[in-house]
């Protein structure tokens, strides 16, 4: 009798797909037009860019605010988490009807709204524990120099979480590359239009394609986000030994670290 195992076991990898793979992705033809590798790269790289900006502009200042505060802000990150419990597609659908009652139509709108939700909570609960816990003896010693209210959130207390905050900005990036190929179930003209159509059209090689290109994409998210935050903080590396001891009571722990 032949169980599940013996059959994976006899299965070999079809060379024909690597073939059928690079043949796609070397054809200068399939990078060309409207529709081409590259017009579609372009808009995945623009609806990610746009979507991280504007869950930016969202969260990080009012979470910035609530941690220098101190208060509310376990409400207001437990309000944000709603976003990471509903599945993108669902909210894709939800927001479909009335992108087309509103004249925004298929496709970017839908999609974009999806990902902003998604973006937003790695921010803002990234940022608002990065500033609650700057340490209490520097902010008090900025307010003893003088520095007004204001001057210690932007001088003290943000280049003290930069670290963090720029953390939650990666995370909330790499998630954005790679759901936003569901939009193309929507009309939306990414990299997921490759994989959608590869998958109906039965050509493994489009398919591969698009799957590869999402990966190495969001590798380079990855890889862009880590450069910049060792470039902008040089010295979070001497202090995150002296930051993890510390502990506070509610405490919200940030949001995947490590992707």
């Given at each position: 009798?032949?169980?599940?195992?013996q059959?994976?076991?006899?299965a070999?990898?079809?060379?024909?797909?690597?073939?059928?793979?690079?043949t796609y992705i070397?054809?200068?033809?399939n990078?060309?037009?409207?529709?081409?590798?590259?017009?579609?790269?372009?808009?995945?790289?623009?609806?990610?860019v746009?979507a991280?900006?504007?869950?930016?502009?969202?969260a990080i200042?009012?979470?910035?605010?609530?941690?220098?505060?101190?208060?509310?802000?376990?409400?207001a990150?437990?309000?944000?988490n709603?976003?990471?419990a509903?599945?993108?597609?669902?909210?894709?659908?939800?927001?479909?009807?009335?992108?087309?009652?509103?004249?925004?139509?298929?496709?970017?709108?839908?999609?974009?709204?999806?990902?902003?939700?998604?973006?937003?909570?790695?921010?803002?609960?990234n940022?608002?524990?990065?500033?609650?816990?700057?340490?209490?003896?520097?902010?008090?010693a900025?307010?003893g120099?003088?520095?007004t209210?204001?001057?210690?959130?932007?001088?003290?207390?943000?280049?003290?979480?930069?670290?963090?905050?720029?953390?939650?900005?990666?995370?909330?990036?790499?998630?954005?590359?790679?759901?936003?190929?569901l939009?193309?179930?929507?009309g939306?003209?990414?990299?997921?239009?490759?994989?959608?159509?590869?998958?109906?059209?039965?050509n493994?090689?489009?398919?591969?394609?698009?799957?590869?290109l999402?990966a190495?994409?969001?590798?380079?998210?990855?890889?862009l986000?880590?450069?910049?935050?060792?470039?902008?903080?040089?010295?979070?590396?001497?202090?995150?030994?002296?930051?993890?001891?510390?502990?506070r009571?509610?405490?919200?722990?940030?949001?995947?670290?490590?992707?």
């Amino acid at each position: 009798m032949t169980g599940p195992y013996q059959l994976l076991a006899a299965a070999e990898p079809d060379p024909s797909l690597w073939s059928e793979f690079t043949t796609y992705i070397t054809t200068a033809e399939n990078w060309t037009g409207d529709r081409g590798i590259w017009a579609d790269l372009v808009a995945h790289v623009e609806i990610s860019v746009t979507a991280v900006a504007i869950a930016a502009a969202i969260a990080i200042v009012p979470a910035v605010l609530l941690g220098h505060a101190k208060k509310g802000g376990l409400f207001a990150v437990s309000v944000v988490n709603i976003g990471r419990a509903l599945p993108s597609f669902a909210i894709i659908a939800l927001v479909l009807p009335f992108s087309l009652e509103w004249g925004f139509g298929l496709g970017f709108w839908p999609t974009c709204v999806a990902l902003v939700l998604l973006a937003i909570p790695p921010m803002f609960t990234n940022t608002y524990t990065g500033v609650r816990d700057v340490d209490a003896g520097t902010v008090e010693a900025a307010a003893g120099m003088g520095m007004t209210p204001r001057r210690v959130i932007w001088a003290v207390e943000v280049p003290s979480a930069a670290p963090l905050i720029i953390t939650g900005a990666r995370v909330a990036a790499v998630q954005v590359v790679a759901t936003a190929t569901l939009g193309a179930l929507v009309g939306f003209t990414g990299l997921g239009s490759l994989i959608v159509e590869g998958f109906a059209q039965q050509n493994d090689g489009k398919l591969l394609t698009g799957a590869f290109l999402v990966a190495v994409l969001s590798l380079l998210t990855e890889a862009l986000f880590y450069g910049v935050q060792r470039l902008a903080t040089p010295w979070a590396r001497v202090a995150e030994p002296r930051r993890a001891r510390r502990r506070r009571s509610p405490r919200i722990e940030p949001v995947a670290l490590d992707v």
